[in-house]
């Protein structure tokens, strides 16, 4: 069965103190594995899509690293405004909307 | 461009009622997906619709159901509700060719209680 798992849960981190969002996935053949941003009241925000193993991606702050097994959301130097809840998804099938999402890590950052 | 609308934004609704939610994707998008969101469960696919047909089903019960128009315009509908169908109802939509397949545009939700 596909599955995500998402680590932590949650995530305190102070201005400016870098840190790394886990995601492992188990997958029979996968499509692509996709970060999201959710803030309270709103629809999850679309990151990044990542294919395959040894991929990367960056905007801003954020880094996304793929591998066979997990894929990390690296955060460096991050600002307040960065407290949200990151979402981690695995495509089911090829040209489908239907994801597969995990629980999320809720990031807060303090000034 | 406008982004995903979905109406109303917030309901209450009493056990053994039923319920219909609307979504209006980006314009040009012709995929859309239902997703649940609970805190004990997260984000759970409902369905997608693609040119008025049901393309995908998730693990939820009959009582769940939906339609897409010919405008790409959607509706989903929850018959003989239940406390447990509380949740924020989201609504995605998609271009399907030519971007990033599961490049999901989020609308903010139908937030459901049931009472």
């Known amino acids: 069965e596909d599955q995500v798992t998402q680590s932590p849960e949650a995530l305190r981190l102070q201005e400016g103190e870098s840190s790394s969002l886990n995601c492992s996935y188990t997958?029979?053949?996968?499509?692509?594995l996709f970060w999201y941003r959710q803030d309270p009241g709103k629809g999850p925000e679309f990151l990044f899509t990542?294919?395959?193993a040894g991929e990367e991606k960056e905007k801003e702050r954020l880094k996304a690293t793929l591998t066979k097994k997990e894929s990390f959301l690296h955060i460096t130097a991050p600002k307040p405004e960065d407290s949200a809840t990151y979402l981690c998804?695995?495509?089911?099938?090829?040209?489908?909307?239907?994801?597969?999402f995990g629980q999320g890590t809720t990031l807060q950052v303090k000034p | 461009k406008a982004g995903v609308t979905q109406t109303p934004r917030y309901l209450i609704k009493t056990r053994g009622q039923q319920v219909t939610l609307s979504c209006s994707p980006i314009?040009?998008?012709?995929?859309v997906s239902w997703y649940q969101q609970t805190p004990g469960q997260g984000l759970q696919f409902l369905f997608e619709?693609?040119?008025?047909?049901?393309?995908n089903k998730g693990n939820f019960p009959g009582r769940f159901s939906g339609r897409q128009f010919s405008n790409s315009r959607s509706e989903m509908n929850v018959s003989t509700l239940e406390l447990g169908d509380s949740a924020l109802y989201l609504c995605?939509?998609?271009?399907?060719?030519?971007?990033?397949?599961?490049?999901?545009?989020f609308g903010e939700g139908s937030r459901l209680t049931v009472l």
């Open positions: 619709y693609f040119s008025e047909t049901q393309r």
């Open positions: 995605a939509s998609s271009e399907i060719a030519g971007t990033d397949l599961g490049e999901l545009f």
């Open positions: 998804a695995v495509q089911a099938g090829l040209g489908t909307g239907k994801l597969i």
């Open positions: 997958v029979s053949g996968l499509r692509g």
């Open positions: 314009s040009g998008h012709r995929s």
């Open positions: 990542l294919y395959s």
